[in-house]
């Protein structure tokens, strides 16, 4: 071989293979971008449904005792209203009839 065909294959070969290492550069950091943000995405609905897990089974455990509390204290006032209420009829009858 030559000096000029050694020189041209030195010289050839990196200006081809430069550009087609740097578009193989792009395209594989584009991959690895795409694969990167669609676990991330994933992670994050992930974080989401399991906070909305959390949200559903803790709002009915909040929320009972101060239900319950609250109907025992309106059972308790309207029990308390029909025995005033019968009280007061009872009174009303006796009363009727002592006349």
């Known amino acids: 071989m030559e000096w000029q065909v050694i020189l041209a294959l ?8 430069f550009p087609l290492a740097f578009v ?6 584009g991959l690895y971008q795409v694969v990167r943000d669609a676990r991330q ?3 994050r609905r992930i974080a989401r449904e399991s ?3 959390v949200i559903v ?4 455990a909040i929320l009972f005792p101060v239900a319950y509390v609250w109907y025992l204290n309106i ?4 029990a308390a209203l ?4 019968k009280a007061t009829r009872r009174a009303a009858e006796t009363h ?3 006349r």
């Not at 193989?24 to 950091?29: T, V």
């Not at 089974?57 to 009915?60: G, S």
């Open 96 to 98: 009727v009839v002592a």
């Open 24 to 29: 193989w550069y792009l395209n594989i950091s």
């Open 75 to 78: 059972g308790g006032l309207l």
């Open 10 to 17: 030195v010289l050839g070969i990196p200006a081809i293979l």
């Open 82 to 85: 029909r025995e005033k209420r």
């Open 57 to 60: 089974l803790a709002v009915p």
């Open 41 to 43: 995405r994933q992670k």
């Open 51 to 53: 906070r909305t897990v």
